[in-house]
């Protein structure tokens, strides 16, 4: 049972357009939901995330939309450069009334930005 | 200011031998969570320690696997007797004492166990 999932494996986009990754996920109960950026041979790094609370979080280049209806939250990165070339992983985290959060991974997107 | 440190960055082991992968985390961080990354596939969660606790282990194998976080010390997981199924990147992370407020965790580069 995958609580959070990233349906597509991949995505190419052109340099300077809008790339869009998506995650869906199965439990009510999550915190927050995070995105990280992945390069080959390294380990993830944090890129942004979103509370239960609200529906929008904004950094840079970089913007996170988050509809708990659906249960789907979106990274939207625009524009889009070759350095963003990297897999994105979406997750999820629940505290559980514990200061620290376990989170949950999806399966990740590659993202491939041509020039 | 030292990231989260694992080594070694590769192992090799042949079928039946032990892997045993260190973690320190970064400086001031006291929780420890393991995660593992089958080839083509996510990264799903292990183990969660705190000093000298293991707080969840609800990832682990049963069998053949075994993480601490002593007092003094790196964090330490431990495969037994691996098996070819065993190869995958091994991801630490950590977050501070009081927690990130967002659940954001600091992993280190990975060790990536190979098992001929």
């Known amino acids: 049972d995958q609580q959070v999932k990233q349906n597509s494996p991949s995505l190419s986009v052109q340099e300077g357009r809008i790339s869009i990754l998506n995650c869906d996920y199965t439990?009510?109960?999550?915190?927050?939901f995070l995105w990280y950026k992945k390069y080959p041979a390294e380990g993830p790094t944090f890129l942004i995330s979103i509370s239960s609370i609200k529906d929008k979080n904004e950094d840079g280049r970089f913007t996170v939309f988050l509809n708990k209806s659906a249960k789907h939250l979106s990274l939207h990165i625009v524009p889009s450069q070759p350095g963003d070339s990297a897999v994105y992983f979406c997750?999820?985290?629940?505290?559980?009334?514990?200061?620290?959060?376990?989170?949950?991974f999806g399966d990740g997107t590659t993202l491939t930005v041509k020039p | 200011n030292a990231g989260v440190m694992q080594n070694p960055r590769h192992l090799v082991r042949r079928r039946g031998q032990e892997a045993r992968l260190r973690c320190s985390p970064m400086?001031?961080?006291?929780?420890v969570y393991w995660y593992r990354q089958l080839p083509e596939e996510g990264l799903k969660f292990m183990v969660y320690?705190?000093?000298?606790?293991?707080?969840?282990e609800s990832g682990m194998p049963k069998e053949r696997f075994s993480a601490e976080f002593p007092k003094e010390g790196p964090s330490i997981l431990r495969i037994q007797q691996v098996v070819r199924g065993d190869s995958a990147a091994y991801f630490c992370a950590s977050s501070p004492p009081s927690g990130s407020g967002t659940g954001e965790l600091f992993f280190g580069e990975g060790s990536r166990l190979t098992v001929l």
């Open positions: 400086k001031g961080h006291s929780h």
């Open positions: 320690l705190q000093k000298e606790n293991i707080i969840d």
């Open positions: 439990n009510s109960m999550f915190d927050y």
């Open positions: 997750a999820a985290s629940l505290f559980l009334n514990t200061n620290a959060g376990k989170s949950t």
